[in-house]
C-alpha cells in the first residue's frame, strides 16, 4: 500500500492530485496544507505548517507514511516581494522532507521545479533539458538549488526524490502568485463576464500544461521504475505555448465575451527572462511523457462544467 503524504495540498496541483490519488485503493492519503479546507475531503486532512519539523516526524510515523508529495512553495511573482522569506519557506520545507526521507525510510518523494530555473542567456526556443542556468526570481533560484540538492541527496543518501520543471499550469483555480497566473485569471474574467487587465504584453510567449496533464505526467513519474545507478532530472515537460493574445483569442473562439487590457509590470520581466518552448524530449524517452491537452482540448474540457 502507498500510504501518501501531500504538502501544499490545497494549492493548484495539490487540489487535483489529493483527488486524484485518492481514487486509487491502493493509496492512503494525508493531506496537509498551512490553510483549513473549505469543505470536507474525501481522505484524511490535517492543517500543518511544514517548517515544523516535530510535527511532520508525528505524522509520518503515526500514520507509516512511505511518499511524499512536497508540493509547498511561494511562486515567483509572490516570491520577489519577500526574497528571503521566499528562501526560507521553500528551502527549509525541501530540507524537512528530505530529512523525513532519510531518517523515515520514505522511498519515494515528488518535488516539483519549475521553467523559472532558466535564465535570459538561454535560447528561448526549445529551451533544453540540461544548460547554463542562471535564474534571476529568488523562486528561480529555489528551484535551481531543489533540482542541486536533489542530486547530492541520492548521492549522499540514496534518497529517491523525483521531479518535473513545471510550466505554466492552466486550470479553473489560479496557483496564486505566479507569472503564468494571467491565463487561469482571463478565463474566470471570462466566464464572470468582467474586463481583464493583463500584466504582461500581448506576445509574450510562455510555456503552459493543462492540469491534466501535469497529474498525469506526476503520477507516470512516480511509477517508473529507474535503474539504481541512473541520474536523475528534474524533467522538461510542457504541452503547448501561448501568448495572452493567443489564449484571449481561444476564449473568445469558444463564444466567451472577453475584454483585455494591457498594463506589463514587474511579471514582464520575469517572463522575459523564460523560455517560450522547452525540449521536453528526455522526459518522453525515459518515461513516456507526452501531452494529451493543446489549447482546444483544455478549453473544452474546462468549459464542459
Ligand atoms: N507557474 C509558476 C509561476 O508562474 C512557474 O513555475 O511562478
Known amino acids: ?12 496541483i495539490g487540489t487535483l492530485l489529493c483527488q486524484s490519488l485518492s481514487n486509487d485503493p491502493d493509496n492512503f492519503i494525508l493531506a496537509t496544507d498551512i490553510r483549513k479546507p473549505i469543505k470536507n475531503t474525501q481522505y484524511d486532512f ?10 511532520f516526524v508525528k505524522l509520518v510515523t503515526e500514520h507509516r507514511i512511505n511518499t511524499i508529495y512536497h508540493l509547498v512553495s511561494i511562486l515567483s511573482a509572490n516570491g520577489e516581494h519577500d526574497p528571503f522569506g521566499t528562501w526560507n519557506l521553500n528551502i527549509q520545507s525541501f530540507q524537512n522532507i528530505v530529512r523525513l526521507g532519510k531518517e523515515y525510510k520514505i522511498k519515494r518523494i515528488f518535488w516539483p521545479s519549475s521553467i523559472a530555473v532558466y535564465g535570459k542567456d538561454i535560447s ?4 533544453p533539458q540540461q544548460t547554463e542556468m542562471n535564474p534571476e526570481t529568488i523562486y528561480g533560484i529555489t528551484k535551481l538549488a531543489g533540482e542541486k540538492l536533489m542530486n547530492y541527496y541520492k548521492i549522499k543518501y540514496g534518497l529517491d526524490i523525483r521531479s518535473i520543471r513545471l510550466p505554466g499550469v492552466i486550470s479553473i483555480n489560479a496557483a496564486g502568485g505566479g507569472t503564468t497566473d494571467f ?3 482571463m478565463l474566470n474574467c471570462a466566464l464572470n463576464k468582467d474586463k481583464y487587465t493583463c500584466y504582461l504584453l500581448p506576445n509574450t510567449r510562455l510555456p503552459m500544461i493543462y492540469i491534466e496533464d501535469a497529474i498525469n505526467a506526476i503520477k507516470a513519474l512516480m511509477k517508473t521504475n529507474f535503474k539504481n545507478n541512473e ?7 510542457m504541452g503547448y505555448s ?9 476564449i473568445i473562439n469558444k463564444g466567451y465575451k472577453l475584454e483585455v ?9 520575469i517572463a522575459d527572462g523564460w523560455p517560450q518552448t522547452v525540449d521536453d524530449k528526455l522526459a518522453n524517452s525515459i518515461w513516456g511523457w507526452a501531452p494529451k491537452y493543446n489549447i482546444e482540448k483544455t478549453l473544452s474540457d474546462i468549459l464542459k462544467s
Not at 541520474?231 to 515537460?237: A, D, K, L, Q
Not at 501561448?242 to 481561444?250: E, Q
Open 124 to 127: 528561448p526556443i526549445l529551451a
Open 183 to 185: 491565463a487561469v485569471e
Open 1 to 12: 500500500m502507498n500510504r501518501i503524504l501531500i504538502t501544499g495540498a490545497l494549492g493548484q
Open 231 to 237: 541520474r536523475i532530472y528534474s524533467y522538461n515537460v
Open 46 to 55: 490535517v492543517q500543518a505548517d511544514v517548517l515544523d519539523y516535530k510535527f
Open 261 to 269: 487590457d494591457y498594463k506589463p509590470d514587474y511579471r514582464q520581466i
Open 242 to 250: 501561448l501568448t495572452p493574445k493567443i489564449w484571449a483569442d481561444a
